[in-house]
């Protein structure tokens, strides 16, 4: 099969081949990863109990999912990533705010998914062949999972699919057959080495669960899902499907292996650290398995990120091809891999990270949501590509190629969200008026929506008839 060529350039009808089925499929088993296992042990390693965990993970999942899955109609109108789409309203340089905020997203997910794959598959290979658990050993099967992963986002869109295709079936197997595996260690009793709640009580631990385990999960994926989607045709699916395939294959796709990992916690009791407990708990006939479901699920879930990465540095540096541009941000990816195993607390890191963007990711969201329901999705393709064209011009030139009115919104909401995210080392000085209770989430698309909304109240008319224009041309087209 040959390298992909298109970056975020406008995908001819003619190449829109996909369907629904191919994006449940491709977000069930794009998923089906430790990396995203590892986030059903961070309310296990809050304190939580057994039930109260696994309704956190379940609450934030369907909240985050609620508000992510209507981005996948955007591409499925636009027939480009969702970075570039946002040009409508951020402009065709503003929209640069998408293309960072989804680059760090993808490289958080990237660098953690190598990076819990590694530290479980050398712990499997330890107990199975002797391999010393040192330095030398991690970076190796580092490299050696940074490098399948570099193949698999090099090739693209269509490889990528049909590795997903295989890993929704065989990963699916092996989280069966782990579940066989850790039953008879799993108890809902407390484990005591978490330290009590992190947060001191109850609700305020909850919600950050809810978050940081539940939400992100949804939340990672708002300037991927346009990646796959850009491959639909709306001319022969229903955005309706597409709407609820994106539900089906993000709540199944991040429910399934969270779960399982909140399962394996408390089996393992793995209270501090997850990979090793995991590895140290499975029962020998597992072993080989656990392997399987460690190289592999990374290879596909942290392949798919790092495709989307390059796109959005293809979208950053126009004159880059996507090929130099995932080569350039794989090696960025495999440093941050090294500098969590080597330099980083896990549970720390990981708290960090998605508190930190999904604060400054949601506002973009809400904003981009806002400008679809206006537009009625309906948008000039053509002009949305005037800065990958190195061009000017266009109806979403605005000024200089900047909507200083969504840019200043989306950095009011990401400041707010800021100044109101609990963090293991930082407080933002506005949980003072929270109680305590970080809702940086909230704040940050409360913000970002309300703000945008007021300063775009006059110009809402000139968008529904530019809409309505853009809807005839392309039913006169059609």
């Known amino acids: 099969m040959p390298i992909e060529q298109r970056g975020v350039d406008t995908v001819p009808e003619a190449e829109r081949t996909s369907g629904p089925r ?9 998923n089906l990863c430790l990396g995203v296992i590892v986030f059903g042990w961070l309310p296990v390693s809050f304190g939580l109990g057994w039930w109260a965990s696994v309704s956190a993970v379940i609450a934030g999942t369907v909240v985050g999912t609620l508000l992510t899955a209507p981005l996948a109609l955007v591409s499925l109108r636009t027939a480009t990533n969702l970075s570039t789409s946002s040009g409508a309203q951020f402009g065709v340089r503003g929209r640069l705010v998408g293309s960072v905020v989804g680059l760090l997203l993808s490289l958080g997910y990237t660098a953690l998914t190598v990076w819990i794959g590694g530290d479980a ?30 193949i698999g986002a090099v090739y693209g869109y269509r490889v990528l699919l049909r590795l997903s295709r295989i890993l929704a079936v ?3 197997a092996l989280l069966i057959l782990g579940v066989v595996a850790y039953a008879p260690h799993f108890t809902t009793s407390a484990l005591p080495d978490a330290g009590g709640y992190l947060l001191g009580s109850f609700w305020p631990t909850w919600l950050l669960a809810l978050v940081a385990a539940g939400l992100s999960g949804p939340i990672a994926f708002i300037t991927l899902l346009g990646d796959y989607t850009r491959y639909i045709s709306p001319a022969r699916h229903r955005p309706r499907r597409v709407l609820h395939a994106t539900w089906l294959g993000l709540t199944a796709g991040l429910l399934v292996p969270q779960l399982f990992g909140t399962f394996t916690a408390y089996a393992a009791r793995a209270a501090t650290d997850y990979a090793g407990p995991l590895v140290a708990a499975s029962p020998g006939w597992y072993l080989v398995p ?40 794989a090696g960025v990816a495999t440093v941050c891999v090294f ?21 400054i990711g949601t506002p973009w969201a809400v904003i981009t949501l806002i400008g679809f329901v206006r537009c009625r999705g309906a948008y ?14 266009g109806i979403y030139w605005y000024r200089a190629g900047w909507n200083l009115r969504a840019v200043t919104s989306w950095a009011l909401g990401a400041a707010t969200g800021l100044l109101s995210v609990s963090l293991p080392n930082y407080q933002g000085p506005l949980l003072s008026w929270t109680g305590g209770v970080d809702c940086s989430f909230l704040l940050s698309g409360l913000v970002g929506g309300v703000t945008y909304a007021a300063l775009t109240a006059r110009s809402r008319a000139t968008e529904r008839a530019a809409a309505d224009t853009r809807s005839e041309t392309a039913l006169a087209e059609n």
């Open 22 to 30: 191919d994006l449940v499929s491709i977000l069930l088993g794009s």
């Open 121 to 150: 598959m050398t712990g499997v290979l330890h107990r199975l062949l002797g391999l010393p658990t040192g330095g030398i050993s991690y970076g190796i099967v580092y490299a050696l999972l940074a490098a399948a992963t570099v």
């Open 170 to 172: 065989g990963m699916t």
């Open 290 to 329: 656990l392997l399987l479901a460690a190289s592999a699920g990374s290879v596909g879930n942290a392949g798919l990120m790092l495709y989307s990465m390059g796109l959005d540095l293809d979208a950053i540096l126009p004159r880059a091809s996507r090929t130099q541009a995932t080569f350039a941000v």
């Open 339 to 359: 500098a969590g195993h080597f330099a980083w607390d896990a549970q720390a890191a990981m708290t960090s990270f998605v508190l930190l963007l999904t604060a």
């Open 380 to 393: 000039d393709a053509d002009a949305l590509q005037v800065f990958n064209r190195r061009s000017r011009g």
